[in-house]
Every structure is written in C-alpha cells, then in structure tokens.
Nanobody
Framework: QVRLVESGGGLVQPGESLRLSCSTSGLPLDYYSIGWFRQAPGKEREAVSCISRSDGSTYSTDSVKGRFTISRDIVQNTVYLQMNRLKPEDTAVYYC??????????????????WGQGTQVTVSS
C-alpha cells in the first residue's frame, strides 16, 4: 500500500534552517508528483511546494520562494523540503501528499489521495 512518512521537523529560531523528509513506499516517485502542504492552527491548509512527476519541475508558493527548495531522490524514494531563513509565520504542521490524479499545476490538495501524518515545524525566538 502507498505510505508516506514525514520527518525532520522541530523547534528552531528565526533565520535557521530545517530539512524535511518524505519517505515513500508503494509508488515510484518518477510516476507521481509530490506536494508539500502546511497547516497552521486556525488556518486552512495551504500548498507550499511541489515536484512534478513529468519532468521534475518544481513549484513553490510566493511566500517561500527563494527560501524553500523541494527535491527528490528517486532511488531512495524520498522527497525533501529544504527550508532556509525560517520565519515565525512558517510555523505549521507540514504534510507531504500525492495521488494518481495529483499534479503540481492541477486542483491541489483535493486531488491528493495519499497523505503522511505530518511533522511539526515551530519557528520561535
């Protein structure tokens, strides 16, 4: 069965960095686009970044462009989110997600069938 497990979250101060990992099983990463999403308390879930299955193209929301980088290791079946110069507003639970109908430029989270359990990122001084 398809399984996604996030890791790498933690408590950091503003300006510091974290690297999140999304370990996957049951699917080949070169056939599935993988998205990172986040949800802060009292707020709706939002898309953060995505890597396309078609050609490996990457996409990021404007608020994280230049700071976050998504990448994948197909051999290790793992997708990463490198987060630099973190800000308090980046505080959220971060999820990775995918699905047979999920595409980076498509309908977003509603089209993702498979989700991890999430990893907490807290940015505070």
């Amino acid at each position: 069965q398809v399984r996604l497990v996030e890791s790498g979250g933690g408590l950091v101060q503003p300006g510091e960095s974290l690297r999140l990992s999304c370990s996957t099983s049951g699917l080949p990463l070169d056939y599935y686009s993988i998205g990172w999403f986040r949800q802060a308390p009292g707020k709706e879930r939002e898309a953060v970044s995505c890597i396309s299955r078609s050609d490996g193209s990457t996409y990021s929301t404007d608020s994280v462009k230049g700071r976050f980088t998504i990448s994948r290791d197909i051999v290790q079946n793992t997708v990463y989110l490198q987060m630099n110069r973190l800000k308090p507003e980046d505080t959220a639970v971060y999820y990775c997600a995918t699905g047979p109908d999920y595409h980076c430029t498509g309908a977003g989270s509603l089209s993702a069938d498979y989700w991890g359990q999430g990893t907490q990122v807290t940015v505070s001084s």
